[in-house]
C-alpha cells in the first residue's frame, strides 16, 4: 500500500539554525499538508499546500516558516530559525484530488529537537 | 467545521468489541465524520470515514444516527495492537479543508 515517507526520522538542531524537513507524498495525490504535535499536545495543522502554492495555513506558521515542493516528488518544511518552541514531531500529510472528501493519509513524522 | 466530543478515555478487554461514541451535534449537511486513531507517537493513521450511511471496512465499522449528531466507531475485535488515541473529526467538503485535532478517545485494550 503507498505511503507518506518522511525523513529524516530524527533531527537535532541548535536553537537559531536552519532545518529542512522532508516528505514523500503518495505518489498521483495533489494536496499536501504539514503538522506539528509537541510532546503530550494535541496534534495542530500548519499549512495546506495545492498547486504549488499555500492554500491555508494556522497561526503557528508565522515567518519562520516555509514549504516548497521543490520537484515532482519532495514536499519539504523549512524553519529558518529554530526557538526551542518549534521541538515538536512534525507529520506530513496527502490527499488524492478525486475525490473531496478523501481522506489524508500522513507519515510517520520527523521528531525535531532543538537544544 | 462542527466541533466533536469524544470521551477522555476508555477500557476493552482483548478479543471483545471496542465501541468508541463522538458526538457531532452542530455538524452541517455536507460535513464528513472521520475516524483516525495515533499508536503511541506514530503519524494519525486513517481508519474509516462516512457521511450519513453506515460504513464497513476491514479496519472498523462506523454507525452514524439518522440525524447525524451522534456517531460510532467499533473495533469488532479489538487486540493489544488497537491500544491507541482515536480522533473523531468533522470536516467539510471543500477540496483543501484540513483536518483539525481534538484531545480523542485513549483506547487501551486490556488481556
Known amino acids: 500500500e503507498p505511503e507518506v515517507t518522511q525523513t529524516p526520522s530524527h533531527q537535532v538542531t541548535q536553537m537559531g539554525q536552519e532545518v529542512i524537513l522532508r516528505c514523500v507524498p503518495i505518489s498521483n495525490h495533489l494536496y499536501f499538508y504539514w503538522y506539528r504535535q509537541i510532546l503530550g499536545q494535541k496534534v495542530e495543522f500548519l499549512v495546506s499546500?495545492?498547486?504549488?502554492?499555500?492554500?491555508?495555513k494556522s497561526e503557528i506558521f508565522d515567518d519562520q516558516f516555509s514549504v516548497e515542493r521543490p520537484d515532482g516528488s519532495n514536499f519539504t518544511l523549512k524553519i529558518r530559525s529554530t526557538k526551542l518552541e518549534d521541538s515538536a514531531m512534525y507529520f506530513c500529510?496527502?490527499?488524492?484530488?478525486?475525490?473531496?472528501?478523501?481522506?489524508?493519509?500522513f507519515g510517520n513524522g520527523t521528531r525535531l529537537t532543538v537544544t | 467545521d462542527a466541533k466533536t466530543t469524544q470521551p477522555t478515555s476508555m477500557d476493552c478487554a482483548e478479543g471483545r468489541a471496542a465501541n468508541l461514541p463522538c458526538n457531532h451535534s452542530?455538524?452541517?449537511?455536507?460535513?464528513?465524520v472521520y475516524w483516525y486513531r495515533q499508536i503511541h507517537s506514530q503519524g494519525p493513521q486513517y481508519i474509516i470515514h462516512g457521511l450519513k450511511n453506515n460504513e464497513t471496512n476491514e479496519m472498523a465499522s462506523l454507525i452514524i444516527t439518522e440525524d447525524r449528531k451522534s456517531s460510532t466507531l467499533i473495533l469488532p475485535h479489538a487486540t493489544l495492537r488497537d491500544t491507541a488515541v482515536y480522533y473523531c473529526i468533522v470536516r467539510g467538503n471543500n477540496a483543501g479543508n484540513m483536518l483539525t485535532f481534538g484531545g480523542g478517545t485513549r483506547l487501551m485494550v486490556k488481556p
Open positions: 452542530t455538524i452541517s449537511g455536507n460535513e464528513y
Open positions: 500529510a496527502s490527499r488524492g484530488q478525486g475525490v473531496v472528501n478523501s481522506p489524508l493519509h
Open positions: 499546500f495545492y498547486n504549488n502554492e499555500i492554500s491555508e
